[in-house]
């Protein structure tokens, strides 16, 4: 069940990372049993690696806590849609949930080509249909105006 306080979490995350220029604003909590397991945002321009979107940073650092590649059990709060890259990660780790604030529409509008590569590689509509649900758009959208209003690296 969507707990909102987790999503909060989730876009404190992003703006920290926002804010220390590490990359887009798009931050992650996975949440396991009530607790938050572990945070993360974008970090791309920081670690110089395309692939460290934030739902990749916290699955990273959950399974290290964990010591474990197998997330079963865990839902993940996310401030944007997953790409097909994390959307990917997401499943190879079972993670049982996500709830998403902004859509690949929202993030297309702020820079991001997450629809570009959706058309190439994705069906959503293959996923089970409770696996992705949004929650707390509003919220995000506020992050992603603040994130668009900044001096920022486009990627």
């Not at 865990?74 to 994390?86: A, F, I, K, S, V």
Request: net charge negative; proline share 3%.
């Amino acid at each position: 069940m969507y707990q909102p306080e987790f999503m909060k979490k989730a876009i404190e995350e992003a703006k920290t990372g926002i804010e220390n220029k590490d990359g887009g604003p798009f931050g992650a909590a996975i949440v396991k049993n009530g607790e938050i397991i572990a945070t993360g945002h974008n970090c791309v321009l920081k670690n110089h690696d395309s692939t460290c979107h934030g739902e990749i940073d916290a699955i990273r650092k959950a399974e290290q806590k964990l010591q474990t590649h197998d997330l079963s059990g865990c839902e993940l709060y996310t401030t944007g849609e997953p790409c097909p890259m994390c959307l990917a990660a997401i499943l190879w780790a079972n993670i049982k949930k996500v709830y998403y604030g902004c859509t690949l529409e929202d993030n297309e509008k702020i820079g991001f080509r997450d629809l570009k590569f959706e058309k190439l590689m994705g069906d959503r509509n293959n996923l089970p249909k409770d696996f992705l649900e949004q929650h707390d758009r509003d919220l995000c959208l506020e992050l992603f105006d603040t994130y668009n209003h900044m001096d920022k690296t486009i990627y």
